[in-house]
Structures are given as C-alpha cells and as structure tokens.
C-alpha cells in the first residue's frame, strides 16, 4: 500500500513513477503538521494516524482534486540496523535482508518494511526499518480524508534533495528536537551512518 523509501533508495521505475505523482509534501516538526508548499501548519494532539490525517485534511481541504502526499516523520519512527552482505547483489539485498530480520532485531515484535541502498563496494551497509502496521493505519487514515499516501520518508532525507548539496559525493547532517537528536551521513547517496539519542537519553547523567 506504501512504498517506505526516498528518491536515492527507489530501485524500480514503478516507484519513480509513483514519486512522480506526489503534489503534496507534509513535514511534521515539534507537534506540527507543515505544508511546505505553503508553509501553513496544523497543531497537531499526537502523532496518531486519525491525527495526522484529520490535520493533513485541514491543510489540503481547499483543493478539490485527489491528492497525492509524501509524509515526512521524525527519525524516531524509524529503526537503523547495519549489516554485512559483501557479497550479495543489489537486486537481492532485500530478499536477503528479510531473510535475516529476526537477528536484526530479534525483539521488534510486528513486520516491518525495509529501505536501502546497497554499495556492493561498502563490507557495511545501513537498513531502515518502518512499521509496517502503522504504515498501513496511516495509509487508511489518509484514504479516509480522500487522501493518498504515497510515500513515508525520514524528513532528515529532504535535505539531501537540497540542491545545493545534490552534487557532493559526502553528506554529514544533523538534527534536533524536541524528542532528540541524529546525525546521519551519507557516501555517494548510501547511508553510511545513523546515530541517534532522544532527550531522555540525553538527560541521563550516566
């Protein structure tokens, strides 16, 4: 029902066509929901699915056209994970990945989907993780406001389309939060670091 991913990650011409379609880019930051077309915002009571669709609603009402979103969320809806697979190909990198998800992460107790950009030339690499049950409530949610979901990114990502960084081959970004901070660096649009510590954490002597 949603392709989880972000241009640089899209494998397939199908996805591309599908990102081709979205004419409506929603950004949540500090319990806002934000059109960064128009840079209108929605307070926002949590970060539910009926929440977010009602408030998506709100900012979108006005047109009279299905619409087509790209959702961006905090970093902390997703999970980061590093693996090994030096020798496995591009195209079989999620199969294989799959394969391995209860060592990943041996405790998650729902399915997940999976985003990444492999470099066969890297020994490690790095998986997103989303959850694939709130992934499909949100998708519902929307379709409800006769909204379309297409897409689910990290917003952290929408700075690497930026274009006046879309031309260097090494990113290192940074972001803070009311729920925390991340850094995140990216070789040639692969993911090579996600590091990630949330305000409790932060506020933890020890």
């Given at each position: 029902k949603i392709i989880f991913s972000i241009a640089s990650f899209f494998k397939t011409n199908e996805y591309q066509e599908l990102l081709k379609k979205v004419d409506s880019h929603l950004l949540?930051?500090?319990k806002k929901l934000i059109n960064l077309k128009s840079g209108d915002s929605v307070d926002l009571e949590d970060l539910e699915p009926e929440s977010l669709a009602l408030?998506?609603?709100h900012l979108l009402k006005d047109n009279k056209k299905i619409l087509y979103i790209a959702l961006y969320l905090p970093p902390a809806e997703f999970v980061a994970?590093?693996?090994q697979l030096a020798n496995v190909a591009a195209q079989d990198i999620m199969s294989a990945l799959q394969y391995q998800i209860e060592n990943l992460l041996p405790a998650y107790p729902r399915s997940l989907l999976l985003s990444a950009n492999h470099n066969e030339s890297r020994a490690t690499n790095i998986a997103l993780w989303f959850d694939k049950p709130r992934s499909e409530q949100l998708y519902d949610?929307?379709?409800e406001q006769a909204l379309e979901l297409i897409t689910i990114i990290p917003r952290t990502l929408l700075a690497t389309i930026n274009k006046s960084l879309s031309g260097q081959n090494h990113l290192h970004i940074n972001e803070s939060d009311q729920q925390g901070l991340l850094t995140i660096a990216l070789e040639q649009q692969s993911l090579i670091q996600w590091s990630q510590i949330s305000s409790r954490e932060i506020k933890d002597e020890e």
């Amino acid at each position: 029902k949603i392709i989880f991913s972000i241009a640089s990650f899209f494998k397939t011409n199908e996805y591309q066509e599908l990102l081709k379609k979205v004419d409506s880019h929603l950004l949540v930051w500090n319990k806002k929901l934000i059109n960064l077309k128009s840079g209108d915002s929605v307070d926002l009571e949590d970060l539910e699915p009926e929440s977010l669709a009602l408030a998506a609603y709100h900012l979108l009402k006005d047109n009279k056209k299905i619409l087509y979103i790209a959702l961006y969320l905090p970093p902390a809806e997703f999970v980061a994970t590093e693996y090994q697979l030096a020798n496995v190909a591009a195209q079989d990198i999620m199969s294989a990945l799959q394969y391995q998800i209860e060592n990943l992460l041996p405790a998650y107790p729902r399915s997940l989907l999976l985003s990444a950009n492999h470099n066969e030339s890297r020994a490690t690499n790095i998986a997103l993780w989303f959850d694939k049950p709130r992934s499909e409530q949100l998708y519902d949610a929307f379709n409800e406001q006769a909204l379309e979901l297409i897409t689910i990114i990290p917003r952290t990502l929408l700075a690497t389309i930026n274009k006046s960084l879309s031309g260097q081959n090494h990113l290192h970004i940074n972001e803070s939060d009311q729920q925390g901070l991340l850094t995140i660096a990216l070789e040639q649009q692969s993911l090579i670091q996600w590091s990630q510590i949330s305000s409790r954490e932060i506020k933890d002597e020890e």
